[in-house]
């Protein structure tokens, strides 16, 4: 957080410690024999779990302790009204239940899926969730965990054709869910006039129908122009306006809640964009103006049939 230092939005931010590491938290979402194997490959030391995935000694403790942070985050949320984001790394959202997710042949670095854990524990009390997750990869953990859960809404935006190779137009849910799993596969060089159509339009659209309580972000910051391993074309501004959108909705009474969780993100736009977002979910800066470009056709008549899908689920649920 050095680079805020210089930030009005400083002043406005709390540091607060992860929570204890603790199991029952974790075992909301994954299988406790998977829960129970990574805590025995964590015990040999480091090493490569998968060809993108190492572990220490100290991950088992560290990934439970930001899945512990998640539940309770997401209590303390709804309580207060107060904005979280939850400075995790990996972010999570290519755990699946018991492994690598959807047939992915890796788990992405990602060893529990924090924001499902906070999602299970928010639906738990009754409450519906809405995801976004802006990462620039497909979160494939996460739709697998919550595929036939109809109180998550789940809102995928990335890249398509690359690492897990999931989250097509077609995946719109489970039999008791269909329609509250978006996914956006957008084509290499998409910017932000592209991601400004959707937050007006996709996003704005599906949460005015589904009137979630509680909205979850994945906040990677991989779709950045300068990060080398995506060829999506963002800026920080995109991140500025995605900030300032989540905050009003908090500020209208729209949603009660808001959590961000931190995902990817590899190079010197992560900075920049991390801030920028930041600056927007305080409006401790200027909203920018950014305008939009529609998708492209076949995007947007999938598109049209799951928000048809998910007014359907809405009203029969
Ligand atoms: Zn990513």
Same mark, same amino acid.
């Given at each position: 957080?050095?680079?805020?230092?210089?930030?009005?939005?400083?002043?406005?931010?709390?540091?607060?410690?992860?929570?204890?590491?603790?199991?029952?938290?974790?075992?909301?979402?994954?299988?406790?024999?998977?829960?129970?194997?990574?805590?025995?490959?964590?015990?040999? $030391?480091?090493?490569?779990?998968?060809?993108?995935?190492?572990?220490?000694?100290?991950?088992?403790?560290?990934?439970?302790?930001?899945?512990?942070?998640?539940?309770?985050?997401?209590?303390?949320?709804?309580?207060?009204?107060?904005?979280?984001?939850?400075?995790?790394?990996?972010?999570?959202?290519?755990?699946?239940?018991?492994?690598?997710?959807? $047939?992915?042949?890796?788990?992405?670095?990602?060893?529990?899926?924090?924001?499902?854990?906070?999602?299970?524990?928010?639906?738990?009390? $009754?409450?519906?969730?809405?995801?976004?997750?802006?990462?620039?990869?497909?979160?494939? #953990?996460?739709?697998?965990?919550?595929?036939?859960?109809?109180?998550?809404?789940?809102?995928?935006?990335?890249?398509?054709?690359?690492?897990?190779?999931?989250?097509?137009?077609?995946?719109?849910? #489970?039999?008791?869910?269909?329609?509250?799993?978006?996914?956006?596969?957008?084509?290499?060089?998409?910017?932000?006039?592209?991601?400004?159509?959707?937050?007006?339009?996709?996003?704005?659209?599906?949460?005015?129908?589904?009137?979630?309580?509680?909205?979850?972000?994945?906040?990677?910051?991989?779709?950045?122009?300068?990060?080398?391993?995506?060829?999506?074309?963002?800026?920080?501004?995109?991140?500025?306006?995605?900030?300032?959108?989540?905050?009003?909705?908090?500020?209208?009474? @729209?949603?009660?809640?808001?959590?961000?969780?931190?995902?990817?993100?590899?190079?010197? $736009?992560?900075?920049?964009?991390?801030?920028?977002?930041?600056?927007?979910?305080?409006?401790?800066?200027?909203?920018?103006?950014?305008?939009?470009?529609?998708?492209?056709?076949?995007?947007?008549?999938?598109?049209?049939?799951?928000?048809?899908? @998910?007014?359907?689920?809405?009203?029969?649920?």
């Amino acid at each position: 957080m050095r680079e805020l230092s210089n930030s009005p939005a400083q002043s406005l931010i709390d540091l607060v410690k992860c929570s204890k590491p603790d199991i029952t938290s974790v075992v909301l979402v994954h299988d406790l024999r998977y829960v129970e194997w990574v805590e025995n490959e964590c015990s040999k $030391g480091f090493h490569y779990i998968d060809p993108d995935t190492y572990v220490t000694e100290h991950t088992y403790n560290v990934a439970l302790a930001f899945a512990t942070t998640a539940r309770d985050a997401a209590i303390d949320a709804v309580r207060t009204s107060t904005p979280w984001f939850i400075l995790a790394r990996p972010g999570g959202h290519h755990a699946g239940r018991s492994g690598p997710a959807m $047939g992915a042949p890796t788990l992405g670095f990602c060893i529990f899926d924090y924001i499902s854990v906070a999602a299970k524990t928010l639906i738990n009390q $009754g409450l519906r969730v809405m995801i976004i997750d802006f990462d620039a990869h497909h979160g494939n #953990g996460t739709q697998e965990i919550l595929w036939d859960e109809p109180k998550a809404l789940h809102i995928d935006i990335h890249q398509r054709w690359i690492y897990p190779g999931t989250g097509g137009l077609e995946d719109v849910g #489970g039999l008791n869910a269909k329609g509250t799993k978006i996914n956006i596969p957008l084509y290499p060089y998409s910017n932000d006039s592209h991601y400004a159509y959707i937050i007006n339009n996709i996003i704005e659209t599906a949460r005015n129908v589904f009137q979630p309580d509680v909205i979850l972000v994945f906040a990677g910051f991989d779709a950045h122009k300068d990060d080398k391993l995506t060829q999506l074309r963002v800026t920080e501004d995109l991140y500025s306006l995605f900030g300032h959108y989540l905050r009003e909705l908090l500020e209208d009474k @729209l949603v009660r809640g808001l959590i961000s969780i931190l995902g990817g993100g590899y190079g010197k $736009g992560m900075v920049k964009s991390l801030k920028s977002y930041v600056e927007g979910l305080t409006g401790v800066s200027r909203k920018p103006s950014i305008s939009e470009t529609s998708l492209q056709d076949d995007i947007l008549n999938a598109l049209r049939k799951n928000l048809n899908l @998910l007014k359907t689920t809405v009203e029969t649920s």
